[in-house]
């Protein structure tokens, strides 16, 4: 059984939005054509608190873009970004929703940042997405959304140790880049096993 995981497409990370990653919003017409081939969808949220522990604004002398040692380990400073209740944490009004069976919220703890769709950043707080996902007996993931070297990478290689096949369509994803994130994330997937795709190969 397959099932498309759309990630993050909201309108703080497309062009305009308080982290936006560039040409984000291009991929939605591709995006909205596979929603409408595949039976089971799955969209993410991104959905933060406004005093959430990743946002550079709620340290003190730190600037976006640069990282602090957490309890799980290294975590970038992000400006404020997909705050709960607020049109930048809303999906893009062109993507496709009505489809959806079921919304991932994450990155709603203050203490922890969530990029994964299966677990928060200390790789051991589930959300909850994988057992949903055997329970419906889905086998293959097809991945799409924003941005490729965070929450979509993250997701991939956490659903491949949740022994789920991932697939990701690369013409479905865009990237931040941050200092070499994007050939980085790439390079992680392929070790891992990823299957890269593009839209025009899938039928459902």
């Known amino acids: 059984m397959k099932a498309l ?38 969209q993410t949220q991104d959905w933060h608190p406004a005093d959430h522990s990743s946002f550079a604004s709620n340290h003190e002398n730190k600037e976006p873009y640069e990282t602090i040692e957490a309890s799980y380990g290294t975590q970038v400073l992000w400006p404020d970004h997909c705050v709960q209740g607020t049109k930048g944490a809303e999906f893009h009004p062109e ?43 889905i086998t293959d993931l097809y991945t799409v959304g924003l941005a490729t070297d965070f929450c979509v990478k993250w997701s991939v290689l956490d659903g491949i140790d949740e022994e789920f096949t991932m697939h990701i369509v690369e013409d479905a994803v865009r990237g931040i880049d941050l200092n070499g994130s994007l050939q980085q994330a790439w390079k992680e997937m392929n070790k ?6 593009k839209a025009a190969e899938i039928f459902v």
């Open 95 to 137: 993507l496709i929703t009505d489809k959806s069976q079921v919304i991932i919220r994450k990155g709603f703890r203050r203490e922890i940042d969530s990029y994964s769709t299966f677990f928060e950043n200390d790789q051991k707080t589930p959300t909850g997405l994988s057992g949903y996902l055997k329970e419906r007996g």
């Open 5 to 42: 995981l759309v990630v993050d497409i909201q309108n703080d990370f497309c062009p305009g939005g308080a982290l936006a990653v560039p040409n984000g919003d291009s991929i939605i017409p591709t995006v909205n054509s596979l929603i409408e081939r595949f039976d089971t969808v799955i």
């Open 192 to 197: 891992k096993g990823v299957k890269i795709v």
